[in-house]
């Protein structure tokens, strides 16, 4: 069983606090939600989990499976079995999506061992089919010229393929139609297993009606102040955020400029 543990993390970004002391364990096996308003903090948790250069982790500690993650380099957070699904994916022009698959598959694999060509391409292939994809994507820049829609599915392709630890899914749903909403949760779900755990930020009940969470927490001024199980994101699909602040004496205000 693999552990992705967050202790007492504050993040800044620009000397401005963002995340003001996060604890949050994910293992494998388990599927988590985190949701709260805009601005609470959740793409940064999942910017620091990752180690982007812009956010500072100023106390606390991240640790995957015992190691210490924020003294890895981004790449060895990658290889380690950790990885990010991007609510806005970068295009990378002159790397084809299967070029850049297959390399990132090699990376995880030992010396030695790299996946045969026809190998991955048998894999990519089923999983083309499974998210129905359209084949020639994989032979197009990766992101560059993609639609929304087939980003997202293109975060999944590489999450089916990679098979991480530990995704971390970003606003997966952000800008879905609802038929590709559901080739999005049907990905996530095949993943769904003893070997797999998930982080999913998002601001809507409906991905989790398609995908259900073993727990939800709520982020607000950069820290979660509640946690529970899919019927808390129901209640708060119904009631908003205001009974929580309520309950907890929250004020109006946020952190950051991100969700």
């Not at 364990?25 to 948790?45: Q, V, W, Y």
């Not at 060895?76 to 991007?86: H, I, K, P, S, V």
């Not at 800008?175 to 797999?196: P, Q, W, Y």
Request: proline fraction near 2%; glycine fraction near 10%.
């Amino acid at each position: 069983m693999s552990v992705l543990e967050i202790k007492d993390l504050h993040v800044s970004i620009e000397e401005k606090e963002i995340l003001k002391g996060v604890n949050l364990t994910i293992k494998s096996g388990e599927f988590h939600a985190i949701m709260g308003p805009n601005g609470t903090g959740k793409s940064t948790l999942a910017s620091a989990i990752m180690g982007h250069p812009s956010y500072e982790v100023t106390e606390g500690s991240i640790t995957f499976d015992g190691e210490d993650v924020l003294e890895m380099e981004v790449d060895e957070r990658a290889r380690a079995g950790l990885f990010l699904a991007m609510q806005y994916p970068s295009e990378i022009n002159g790397v084809t999506t299967s070029d850049f698959l297959r390399s990132a598959m090699n990376v995880r694999r030992e010396e030695g061992d790299e996946i045969s060509l026809m190998q991955f391409i048998k894999e990519m292939d089923e999983a083309l089919e499974f998210l129905d994809i359209d084949k020639n994507m994989a032979q197009r820049y990766l992101n560059e010229g993609f639609s929304g829609g087939e980003k997202k599915r293109n975060e999944i392709l590489q999450l089916l393929l990679l098979k991480p630890e530990i995704g971390i899914l970003d606003e997966i749903d952000s800008g879905l139609d609802i038929d590709a909403l559901k080739v999005v949760s049907k990905g996530i779900n095949k993943l769904r297993d003893e070997n797999f755990g998930t982080l999913i930020i998002t601001h809507y009940q409906r991905l989790l009606d398609y995908i259900t969470p073993d727990f939800v927490h709520v982020m607000m001024q950069g820290r979660v102040v509640k946690s529970g199980g899919p019927e808390l994101a129901q209640r708060l699909e119904k009631e908003g955020y205001e009974w929580i602040k309520e309950e907890l004496g929250i004020e109006d205000e946020t952190v950051g400029q991100e969700g």
